[in-house]
T-cell receptor, first 109, second 112 residues
Framework: GQNIDQPTEMTATEGAIVQINCTYQTSGFNGLFWYQQHAGEAPTFLSYNVLDGLEEKGRFSSFLSRSKGYSYLLLKELQMKDSASYLCAVRDSNYQLIWGAGTKLIIKP | NAGVTQTPKFRILKIGQSMTLQCTQDMNHNYMYWYRQDPGMGLKLIYYSVGAGITDKGEVPNGYNVSRSTTEDFPLRLELAAPSQTSVYFC???????????FGQGTRLTVV
């Protein structure tokens, strides 16, 4: 079966750095997405990786290793508004998006 | 600058009733999707469309129907609502299968 694993919940301190991991087992791979979802709101796009390596976008970076079936989202200089769920999604060989359950990130002052 | 517009935001249905969730996008996107999101679970694809006149089943299509008569609109129909359909429903669209998806604000549906 297809599976996306992420930690259920993480806690970090304002101003710090946090890394949210995502491991996947899917039938084929055609890209990995990270989305942010605030409570009661719709997911919004953060990043897309299709090749191995690090993609940096401001305070957020995303890393992909296809051989290990592994990605992480790195958030720097954490702000209270970063408190949200972070969703990892993988596009499989049929171009279907398989979603993880999300990681709830709690930021403490 | 509307993006993806989804209505209604909230709805309570009685078992056996039917309803249509409306979704429209103004970005001229070819791809449109309907997802449901249950607590502690990843988004599950109900139906998707790659263009007007074309629809396909996703992972959890039972109990739902869709149509795509225009590029802009992709309504989701629930027939004979059941408690298992209590969920948050999201409509989304993307230009291609490899580009980011834009989501509507969601519909919180309760079936009692």
């Amino acid at each position: 079966g297809q599976n996306i694993d992420q930690p259920t919940e993480m806690t970090a301190t304002e101003g710090a750095i946090v890394q949210i991991n995502c491991t996947y087992q899917t039938s084929g791979f055609n890209g990995l997405f990270w989305y942010q979802q605030h409570a009661g709101e719709a997911p919004t796009f953060l990043s897309y990786n299709v090749l191995d390596g690090l993609e940096e976008k401001g305070r957020f970076s995303s890393f992909l290793s296809r051989s290990k079936g592994y990605s992480y989202l790195l958030l720097k200089e954490l702000q209270m508004k970063d408190s949200a769920s972070y969703l990892c999604a993988v596009r499989d060989s049929n171009y279907q998006l398989i979603w993880g359950a999300g990681t709830k990130l709690i930021i403490k002052p | 600058n509307a993006g993806v517009t989804q209505t209604p935001k909230f709805r309570i249905l009685k078992i056996g009733q039917s309803m249509t969730l409306q979704c429209t996008q103004d970005m001229n996107h070819n791809y449109m999707y309907w997802y449901r999101q249950d607590p502690g679970m990843g988004l599950k694809l109900i139906y998707y469309s790659v263009g007007a006149g074309i629809t396909d089943k996703g992972e959890v299509p039972n109990g739902y129907n869709v149509s795509r008569s225009t590029t802009e609109d992709f309504p989701l129909r629930l027939e004979l609502a059941a408690p298992s359909q209590t969920s948050v429903y999201f409509c989304a669209s993307s230009l291609t299968e490899n580009t980011e998806a834009f989501f509507g604000q969601g519909t919180r549906l309760t079936v009692v």
